[in-house]
């Protein structure tokens, strides 16, 4: 385990509150590898320090942490999270959310994972599957699909999924045949 490598420094260049989270997450699993986060607060802290890199030193510098709080992880991860991760507005990512559809040329599985992404900032509880659910089959752009999703009785999320998928994947086979067709025909 001593040969882990420390994670990269935090980079401030682009979106910081995606880099922010990369970072977080690379040094809490690099703490864990190493046995770091069995150590004391102040050690874990100090590794933390020394891992984050010289420009975000500086942010925190000015973000007024006292000496005490300076020693605790905890504490500094929270003043970064508040720092580099904005407040997001429920009312705009749902709007987002609900007037999200797929795109042409836009897979089911890059649709499906644009949905749950957003809806995780939503706030939806446990409505977050169905909302999720409905959201797919109001904006599946195959109007077969569709079709073969509104007439499914007792729909779930898994179920909506499913048939989504096995329509893509038919779709695409289709494609696939009518173009060797036409290849043979030639």
């Excluded at 882990?4 to 979106?15: R, S, T, Y």
């Excluded at 003043?79 to 897979?107: C, G, M």
Aim: proline share 3%; aromatic share 6%; hydrophobic share 35%.
């Amino acid at each position: 385990m001593e040969n882990l490598k420390q994670p990269k420094p935090m980079q401030l260049e682009g979106n910081q509150g995606m880099n922010w989270k990369k970072f977080k997450n690379n040094f809490e699993l690099f703490s864990v590898a190493t046995g770091c986060s069995e150590k004391s607060k102040k050690v874990q802290a100090a590794v933390l320090l020394h891992c984050i890199g010289e420009e975000t030193l500086e942010i925190i510098e000015t973000l007024g942490l006292t000496e005490e709080e300076k020693n605790d992880p905890k504490v500094i991860i929270k003043k970064l999270d508040e720092y580099f991760i904005p407040k997001a507005n429920v009312s705009v990512e749902r709007h987002k959310f609900n007037t999200r559809v797929q795109q042409r040329n836009e897979t089911f599985d890059i649709f499906l994972n644009d949905l749950r992404k957003i809806a995780s900032y939503c706030e939806f509880g446990d409505l977050k599957h169905g909302l999720i659910k409905d959201r797919i089959v109001c904006g599946i752009l195959n109007p077969k699909t569709k079709d073969r999703l509104l007439r499914e009785d007792k729909l779930d999320l898994e179920k909506a999924i499913g048939i989504c998928k096995a329509a893509e994947q038919t779709e695409l086979h289709i494609r696939q045949l009518v173009v060797m067709k036409q290849l043979n025909v030639n």
